[in-house]
């Protein structure tokens, strides 16, 4: 070390190290180590200093949500999660909005995550939807949330000609949980029976079936089923190899579980800064892993989806082969 041989391996020997070691401090808070930074800078990089480093993802999350939507997202899921933020020393939940595309070139992308004082309501959502729009999200096809009331109705406000459907999976928790324990197994499988259908032919069949079996004994079950049926069933109008994907909002879940994960181990955020800086590194963490990798059979859906965007917008997307001999 004397004779200056010695050098870290995560720097570069020659050049001065700060930046580096900034992003290093950067990267480790963002992985939930932030008591092990601790212990290797000891009192080197107090507190104060590492929030300082971290400070920067402020005016990252601040220009994330505002930068310009340029690619097409045919499919876009929307799902709020809930967080522990402290304010003047009372712990409460508090709502995230977040927003899942699917681009035209089938890889999944974070488009915005928007933290709320607030409960979820569906008036927030048309906030959050009418700034992606202004940021220039344009002719979606599909919206995917779970069962809020008055969601749809946000979508059509802000995207008319976009479609909506409700998670089947939100639908058979929230059935579940309004029935007795001992025939929660035999309601959950005929509710998987209907959720797994891919044509409108053997939903009606097996929708008929559960009706027969259980709206003598849970009606208001039924009943609410038969209320929102016309939401519960528009992914049937998709390509059936897109279908998996688009019946429920697990796709955004997952995202939302890991923040949830990260969050954990912070317990509750003392400030409303330090969620935001915990929402952006894991947006880019996980859109960045996103950009590895294309929606299963995404190529085989992709000229439906054309072909819809089309009856709906008007928009003729030429093939590949037209503009090659353009």
């Not at 008319?160 to 949980?177: E, G, I, N, V, W």
Request: one cysteine or more; proline letters at 4%.
């Amino acid at each position: 070390v004397r004779t200056g041989d010695f050098h870290p391996c995560f720097l570069e020997p020659h050049e001065r190290h700060l930046f580096k070691l900034e992003e290093l401090i950067y990267a480790m808070y963002a992985g939930g180590l932030s008591r092990t930074l601790e212990t290797l800078l000891e009192s080197k990089y107090s507190p104060q200093k590492v929030s300082f480093i971290t400070q920067k993802a402020l005016e990252k999350a601040e220009a994330f949500r505002k930068r310009k939507i340029e690619k097409w997202y045919p499919i876009i899921y929307v799902d709020g999660t809930f967080l522990k933020v402290r304010r003047e020393g009372i712990v409460g939940e508090e709502v995230v909005y977040l927003v899942l595309g699917i681009n035209e070139e089938g890889m999944k992308e974070v488009l915005t995550f928007f933290p709320a004082s607030s409960g979820e309501s569906a008036e927030v959502w048309k906030e959050v939807l009418a700034d992606l729009k202004e940021r220039g999200l344009k002719e979606p096809l599909l919206f995917i949330g779970d069962g809020l009331t008055g969601l749809p109705h946000a979508v059509k406000e802000i995207y008319p000609k976009a479609d909506f459907q409700s998670c089947l999976l939100h639908k058979m928790r929230q059935s579940l949980a309004k029935v007795r324990k001992r025939d929660r197994e035999a309601l959950a499988e005929d509710m998987r029976r209907v959720a797994h259908q891919r044509e409108r032919e053997g939903f009606q069949s097996s929708f008929k079936e559960f009706q027969e079996t259980w709206e003598r004994i849970y009606p208001e079950v039924v009943s609410s089923w038969e209320r929102d049926l016309f939401y519960l069933t528009t992914y049937l109008s998709y390509p059936r190899e897109l279908q998996p994907f688009i019946y429920t909002t697990n796709t955004l879940e997952r995202f939302a579980k890991e923040v949830k994960r990260r969050a954990k181990v912070i317990e509750s955020f003392s400030q409303p800064e330090a969620e935001e800086k915990i929402l952006l590194m894991v947006t880019e963490q996980m859109n960045s892993s996103y950009g590895k990798r294309t929606l299963q059979n995404w190529n085989l859906s992709k000229p439906a989806l054309e072909k819809i965007r089309n009856e709906k917008y008007g928009t003729k997307v030429q093939s590949e082969e037209a503009l090659v001999e353009a």
